[in-house]
């Protein structure tokens, strides 16, 4: 007698039609009631065009003849007329006594800093010092750097094998004053003629000032990029006023939406924080597709002290609002958009105010209404029967 798996044939097939019936009923309910879901997002966008140019100040150039030179200015620190910026020599035994007076000053000031504080606050006087350490790192100001490393160093290495005695103190101040004694005799104080902020960064720029931009134009804009003085003796410059310019080449479309006289915003990237804002008080003629703008800063002048060269982006727009899918935006018939969002499992409709399209996104305003839209709030894109008050299981 044969054997048949009539039995098992019967269960796989009950098996078989209870999967297919779980399976359109799960399709179905979610072709009815499933909802396509989108969050709320926080956004701020800029509309930006870029500008490739000069920073033009007015700039005083120290120079000196002599092969070795001492700077004891700080860059990015304000100077006054007649103060003394280097110390000109003419030999290297010269400079030699000056490295062992920096040096010398640099331990003394350390054993007089751990005497002073008789071994207490230590970290009290670290933790700022390292926050300005950080600060001067980061923004590039290597003369900001030695005040905080010696505050630093003073608490880092005060111990006893580093004590330094009041006859080892006393001998240390005497040979130094017999340096600044002997290189007083052989050194020519170069001194600034003029009163700003000091900068060792010297580019062959400095000729440049702003009456080479009344009449520029996007050749002669050019043209000014490829001339550069002779830098070899120049120890530094000192720039004098509160404003500086920057000539840049910018695109014809650009140029359009920006007018003589109005004001612009900058956007200098690492060179300065946030934007600077600028007065335009030139557009030339347009040029092969470009325009010579002209913008006058008084913001941000020891930021871009030793830039030269620069692109910046013009910020024409600022917009911030919550970021949703077009896709859930609706219209009632009073012609109130809105959008539907899920709150404790419930549907609630939120009336919203669309500021700008990006594509498959709105941009929509954030307003104070307790009811209002948040950050954050689970938004409706897609799905059928949707209305305000509904439960969902």
């Known amino acids: 007698m044969r054997k048949t798996n009539a ?62 030179m001492d ?19 003419d030999s290297q035994d010269s400079m030699a006594d000056t490295a062992r007076i920096h040096e010398l000053e640099m331990q003394i000031s350390r054993a007089e800093s751990a005497a002073d504080s008789g071994g207490s606050g230590e970290d009290s006087q670290i933790r700022p010092a390292l926050i300005q350490l950080s600060a001067a790192v980061a923004r590039g100001r290597i003369a900001d750097i030695y005040e905080p490393e010696v505050t630093i160093a003073s608490a880092l290495f005060r111990s006893d094998s580093l004590t330094v005695s009041d006859s080892d103190l ?9 340096l600044k004694n002997r290189t007083a005799n052989r050194a020519t104080a170069i001194t600034s003629p003029v009163a700003g902020v000091f900068t060792t960064a010297v ?53 359009a939406r920006l007018e003589e006289g109005g004001t612009a915003l900058l956007e200098l990237g690492k060179y300065a924080s946030g934007t600077v ?41 600022r917009v911030s609002g919550l970021r949703i899918p077009a896709k859930s935006v609706h219209v009632d018939e009073d012609g109130q958009t809105f959008v539907y969002v899920i709150s404790a499992m419930e549907v609630e409709k939120k009336t919203v105010e669309v500021i700008c399209s990006t594509g498959d996104y709105y941009i929509v305003s ?23 008050g509904l439960l969902l299981k």
């Open 7 to 68: 039995a098992l044939n019967a269960a796989i097939a009950i098996l078989f039609a209870g999967v297919m019936i779980y399976l359109g009923v799960y399709v179905f309910r979610s072709f009815h009631t499933g909802y396509v879901t989108a969050g709320a997002v926080y956004m701020e966008l800029e509309e930006t065009g870029q500008a490739q140019g000069l920073i033009i100040r007015e700039e005083t150039v120290l120079f000196s003849g002599k092969p070795y």
């Open 366 to 388: 954030v307003e104070s209404r307790a009811d209002a839209l948040r950050a954050g709030n689970e938004i409706i894109v897609s799905g059928r029967g949707v209305e305000e």
């Open 170 to 178: 006393a001998a240390m101040k005497a040979e130094l004053a017999g």
């Open 277 to 317: 804002p600028a007065v335009v008080i030139r557009i030339s003629h347009p040029s092969g597709g470009w325009c010579a703008v002209v913008f006058k800063c008084r913001t941000a002048l020891n930021d871009t002290i030793a830039l030269r060269e620069l692109t910046a982006d013009i910020v024409y727009d």
């Open 71 to 89: 700077v004891i200015a700080q860059d990015g620190k304000n100077i006054a007329v007649g103060e003394t910026v280097a110390n000109a020599m």
């Open 203 to 255: 580019d062959g720029y400095e000729h440049l000032d702003p009456s080479d931009l009344t009449e520029l134009t996007p050749e002669s804009l050019r043209a000014l990029t490829e001339y550069r003085d002779d830098t070899e003796g120049n120890l530094g410059k000192v720039v004098t006023g509160t404003k500086w310019y920057f000539a840049a080449l910018v695109s014809e479309a650009d140029a």
